[in-house]
C-alpha cells in the first residue's frame, strides 16, 4: 500500500492538485473541443459530491450503481413480462448493453465516455414494472403526462435516498430526461428534444440500438417471430448477427457523423438509418402489439390499476411499503397523495408488484388445525 501511494505521488508532477483535477487537466488535451469537460459541470449542491479522485461524471455514474433503483432494474420487464428464461433481458441487462454502445461511440468520437456512460446507466432508473404495459397504466390513471423518461429525472432528484435524491450534475440529468421520445425520430432535430450534451444525443441513439438488436434476439428466441419474418433489408443491411448489427449500426454512426458549421451532427449512412426504421416498425408490428405480448400486457395494466386504487384509498398501508422501498414519504404538501400512489408503484419491480398483489387481493387458504 504504501509503494501505491509513492507512485501516485510521483506520476504526477504537481503536488497541489488532486488525482481528479490531474485527470481533468487530462480531459482537456484528449477530447475533442465537442467533448464535455468535467470540469464544467454543474450540480444543484456544488458541495455536496466532491471527490479527490472521481470526475463529477466518474462520481454521479457511481451514485447510479449504488442506488436502490438501479439495483431493481433486475427484476424488470423488457419485453418479456417476468421472464423463466435465464437469456432473455431485463430492464437492467438492457441498461449495461446502452452502456457499453454509448461508451464505444463515445470514446471512438473522442468525447466524454464517463458521462456517455453515466446518462445511460441512469436512463430507465423510472421504468415501471411490466414494461410499457406498466407505463401505459399509469398515464390512465395517473396521468396522460406520465413518462417513464420524467420519471427517471424525478427518481434521481427526489426519489432516491428517502427524498434526498442524487444530487447529479445538469448535464448528466438533461441526458437522463431527453433520452426517448417513444416512437419519435431515431436522430431528433426537434429544439427542446435534444439533449445539451453530445453524449446525451449519443445515449439516445444508443438506447434504440441497443433494443432494436436484443428484442430481436428475445422475440426470435421465445418463436414469437421466426428468421424468415424479418425484413430481409434488415438481414441485407444491418447483419444476421446481434454482434454484426451492432457493428453496422455503431460504425456507421461515427464514420457519418461530423461537424458543421462549428456543430457536432450526428448521422447514420442512408441504408443503415433506413434499415433501422424498417426494423423498428417490424418489432412494434409484430413483437410489441403481438397476442402473445399484449395479452400479457394487459394483465399486467390490471394489477397496476388495481394497486393504484388500493394504496389511494389506504395512506397507510402506503406509507409502509413507502418505507420497506426507502423512498421519499407521502407528504399532503411537497408529494401529494396520488404523486406518491404514482412513484411507488413505478418504482416496483414485475415480482414485488405481483407478490403485493396476491397479498392484497388474493384470499389466503384458512385452516382450524
Not at 396522460?144 to 445538469?170: A, C, I, M, P
Not at 447514420?268 to 413483437?287: C, E, N, P, Q, S
Amino acid at each position: 500500500m504504501v509503494e501505491k501511494k509513492t507512485y501516485i505521488k510521483n506520476k504526477f508532477s504537481n503536488k497541489n492538485l488532486c488525482i481528479r483535477e490531474q485527470f481533468q487537466i487530462r480531459e482537456k488535451g484528449f477530447l475533442s473541443k465537442f467533448g464535455t469537460l468535467s470540469i464544467n459541470a454543474t450540480r444543484k449542491n456544488a458541495t455536496k459530491n466532491l471527490c479527490n479522485i472521481r470526475t463529477p461524471f466518474q462520481f454521479d455514474k457511481d451514485s447510479i450503481v449504488y442506488s436502490n433503483s438501479f439495483r431493481r432494474l433486475k427484476y424488470k420487464t423488457q419485453v418479456f413480462l417476468s421472464p423463466l428464461g435465464d437469456h432473455y433481458r431485463t430492464r437492467l441487462t438492457h441498461t449495461l448493453e446502452v452502456a457499453e454502445i454509448a461508451r464505444n461511440i463515445a470514446r471512438a468520437m473522442r468525447l466524454n465516455e464517463d458521462l456517455a456512460e453515466a446518462i445511460a446507466l441512469g436512463h430507465d432508473l423510472g421504468h415501471t414494472p411490466f414494461g410499457h404495459g406498466g407505463e401505459t397504466a399509469l398515464t390512465e390513471v395517473y396521468s396522460s403526462h406520465f413518462s417513464h423518461s420524467d420519471q427517471s429525472l424525478r427518481v434521481v432528484d427526489f426519489l432516491e435516498n428517502k427524498g434526498e435524491g442524487l444530487n447529479l450534475t445538469l448535464e448528466v440529468r438533461d441526458g437522463i430526461l431527453k433520452h426517448s421520445k417513444g416512437f419519435g425520430n431515431i436522430i431528433p432535430a426537434t429544439s427542446g428534444e435534444t439533449a445539451i450534451t453530445i453524449e446525451g444525443r449519443i445515449v439516445r441513439i444508443a438506447d434504440i440500438m441497443a433494443y432494436l438488436n436484443h428484442d430481436l434476439d428475445d422475440a426470435l428466441r421465445s418463436k414469437v417471430i421466426k428468421k424468415a419474418d424479418v425484413p430481409d433489408i434488415c438481414i441485407q443491411k444491418l447483419g444476421k448477427t446481434h454482434s454484426q448489427r451492432a457493428n453496422i449500426m455503431i460504425e456507421q454512426l461515427v464514420y457519418n457523423s461530423d461537424s458543421k458549421n462549428d456543430q457536432f451532427m450526428l448521422s447514420m449512412g442512408k441504408d443503415t438509418f433506413h434499415a433501422m426504421t424498417i426494423l423498428r416498425k417490424f418489432l412494434y408490428d409484430k413483437v410489441y402489439r403481438s397476442p402473445l405480448v399484449h395479452n400479457e400486457f394487459l394483465k399486467a395494466k390490471k394489477v397496476i390499476i388495481g394497486l393504484y386504487y388500493y394504496f389511494l384509498n389506504n395512506p397507510d398501508t402506503l406509507q409502509k411499503e413507502l418505507e420497506k422501498m426507502e423512498m421519499a414519504q407521502w407528504d399532503s404538501l411537497k408529494n401529494p397523495l396520488k404523486r406518491s400512489v404514482c412513484d411507488m408503484i413505478a418504482s416496483m419491480t414485475d415480482r414485488y408488484a405481483l407478490d403485493l398483489y396476491s397479498r392484497l387481493f388474493f384470499p389466503s387458504p384458512f385452516s382450524l388445525i
